[in-house]
Nanobody, 126 residues
C-alpha cells in the first residue's frame, strides 16, 4: 500500500521560507514521477514542481527561482524548499506520485497521479 505523508507547512510572513517534506512508503516503481501541487480556496489544483527517477526537476513558471524540489532516496522523502513566500503562495500543498509514463512536468494533470498525500497548509501573511 502506497502512503504519502506531507509535513512542514505553517504560517509565515511574506518573504519567509518553508521546507515541505513528503515521506513515501510502499512506492516501489523504478521509473516514477513525483510532484508538488497546491490548491487555494476556489481554485483548481495546480502543479508547481515535479521530479523524476533521474532527479530531473521541472517547475511551473510562476515558481521558478523560488521553489526547489529535491528527493532523498535513502529516506524515501520528497522535499519542496519555498523561498521568498508571497501571499499568493497560500494554499494546501499536496505531494503526488505515480509511474513516470514518460511525462513528468508540472503540466501533468493531477488526474494522472494515483497516489496523494493528505496535504499541508501554507499561509503567507503580508
Amino acid at each position: 500500500q502506497v502512503r504519502l505523508a506531507e509535513s512542514g507547512g505553517g504560517s509565515v510572513q511574506a518573504g519567509g521560507s518553508l521546507r515541505l517534506s513528503c515521506e513515501a512508503s510502499g512506492f516501489t516503481y523504478n521509473s516514477y514521477c513525483m510532484g508538488w501541487f497546491r490548491q487555494a480556496p476556489g481554485k483548481e489544483r495546480e502543479g508547481v514542481a515535479t521530479i523524476d527517477d533521474n532527479s530531473s526537476a521541472y517547475y511551473a513558471d510562476s515558481v521558478k527561482g523560488r521553489f526547489t524540489i529535491s528527493q532523498d532516496n535513502a529516506k524515501n522523502t520528497l522535499y519542496l524548499q519555498i523561498n521568498s513566500l508571497q501571499p499568493d503562495d497560500s494554499a494546501v500543498y499536496y505531494c503526488a506520485a505515480d509511474r513516470s509514463l514518460g511525462w513528468c512536468d508540472p503540466t501533468r494533470s493531477a488526474k494522472a497521479y494515483r497516489y496523494w498525500g493528505q496535504g499541508t497548509q501554507v499561509t503567507v501573511s503580508s
